[in-house]
């Protein structure tokens, strides 16, 4: 089992950066393939950014490309995300997640999340 505690949301201007952090807890942490998911106000939870278990590979959802960088740290067992020039369309929680698998979106363990507000 993993345990996921998000960090680093906040307010931003537009065109504005922010890194968001997860802690991870659990033997498993490095086997799994991790992910940031965001759920906006009034709409479903969509996939914002995978990457492997080893972190060479990374996957991105369409309107996060060439903006957000997802990482990790195995040895801290943490994953990242840096998000810059963000948009007011980019507020939402973000949750961190365990993937089930590499290149999917189907989740194991969620995070409780951490609220992102991009202002105009």
């Known amino acids: 089992q993993v345990q996921l505690v998000e960090s680093g949301g906040g307010l931003v201007q537009a065109g504005g950066s922010l890194r968001l952090s997860c802690a991870a807890s659990g033997r498993t942490f490095s086997t799994y393939t991790m992910g940031w998911l965001r759920q906006a106000p009034g709409k479903e939870r969509e996939f914002v950014a995978g990457i492997s278990w080893s972190g060479n590979n990374t996957y991105y959802a369409d309107f996060v490309k060439g903006r957000f960088t997802i990482s990790r740290d195995n040895a801290k067992n943490a994953v990242f995300l840096q998000m810059n020039s963000l948009k007011p369309e980019d507020t939402a929680v973000y949750y961190c997640?365990?993937?089930?698998?590499?290149?999917?979106?189907?989740?194991?363990?969620w995070g409780a999340g951490t609220l992102v507000t991009v202002s105009s």
């Open positions: 997640a365990a993937l089930k698998q590499y290149g999917r979106t189907a989740v194991d363990y």
